[in-house]
T-cell receptor, first 113, second 117 residues
Framework: GDSVTQMEGPVTLSEEAFLTINCTYT??????LFWYVQYPGEGLQLLLK?????DKGSNKGFEATYRKETTSFHLEKGSVQVSDSAVYFC????????????FGKGTHLIIQP | GAVVSQHPSRVICKSGTSVKIECRSL??????MFWYRQFPKQSLMLMAT?????????EQGVEKDKFLINHASLTLSTLTVTSAHPEDSSFYIC?????????????FGQGTRLTVV
């Protein structure tokens, strides 16, 4: 079945460091791909998305490119801030918009000043 | 963005009792709502999909008689955990979309931590 695998956490970085959180997926078709972020005490928020191969999603300095050939959607940011500390979830959605999401386990990111 | 409110955020109940969790879309009409469950250090697992005015569609392995879902209006869906047992202790999260169209963003509630003692 469809699945999402993302790197285990916690990931601890210093402020202004470069961030990469790996995410790969398995799917029978051509899913849409998402990154969600969950700040402490809050619900999941959509960070960025890509709906077809080679699309790049970007938001708040974060980027991820839909790589069909490697079935990956790695999240990157050039210079992280303390306020980026949160749990990040990679997810896919097969088919149309009425389907539920398949999530990775989440990666806890800790940014130290 | 749109707001989805989930209540309660935490609940502790005795084994054998039932617990109801509410999920409300505050500023949009949710044609479809989803219920997820998350175990510690695990993924969010989709439990069921509900469309307003119709029966919920449950994922394989989810007991529909144990996890009752009601989507009575375009702004409210409820999940009732019936005859709860300690193994039902988990984090339950709802999400909602405004239309069953491709690319529609899903908005999430804050989640409910259920502890069955």
């Amino acid at each position: 079945g469809d699945s999402v695998t993302q790197m285990e956490g916690p990931v601890t970085l210093s402020e202004e460091a470069f961030l990469t959180i790996n995410c790969t997926y398995t799917a029978t078709g051509y899913p849409s791909l998402f990154w969600y972020v969950q700040y402490p005490g809050e619900g999941l928020q959509l960070l960025l998305k890509a709906t077809k191969a080679d699309d790049k999603g970007s938001n708040k300095g974060f980027e991820a490119t839909y790589r069909k050939e490697t079935t990956s959607f790695h999240l990157e940011k050039g210079s992280v801030q303390v306020s980026d500390s949160a749990v990040y979830f990679c997810a896919q959605r097969a088919g149309g918009g009425a389907d539920g999401l398949t999530f990775g386990k989440g990666t806890h990111l800790i940014i130290q000043p | 963005g749109a707001v989805v409110s989930q209540h309660p955020s935490r609940v502790i109940c005795k084994s054998g009792t039932s617990v109801k969790i509410e999920c409300r879309s505050l500023d949009f009409q949710a044609t479809t709502m989803f219920w997820y469950r998350q175990f510690p250090k695990q993924s969010l697992m989709l439990m069921a999909t509900s469309n307003e005015g119709s029966k919920a569609t449950y994922e394989q392995g989810v007991e529909k008689d144990k996890f009752l879902i009601n989507h009575a209006s375009l702004t409210l869906s409820t999940l009732t955990v019936t005859s709860a047992h300690p193994e039902d202790s988990s984090f339950y999260i709802c999400s909602a979309i405004s239309a069953p169209q491709g690319g529609t963003e899903a908005f999430f509630g804050q989640g409910t931590r259920l502890t069955v003692v």
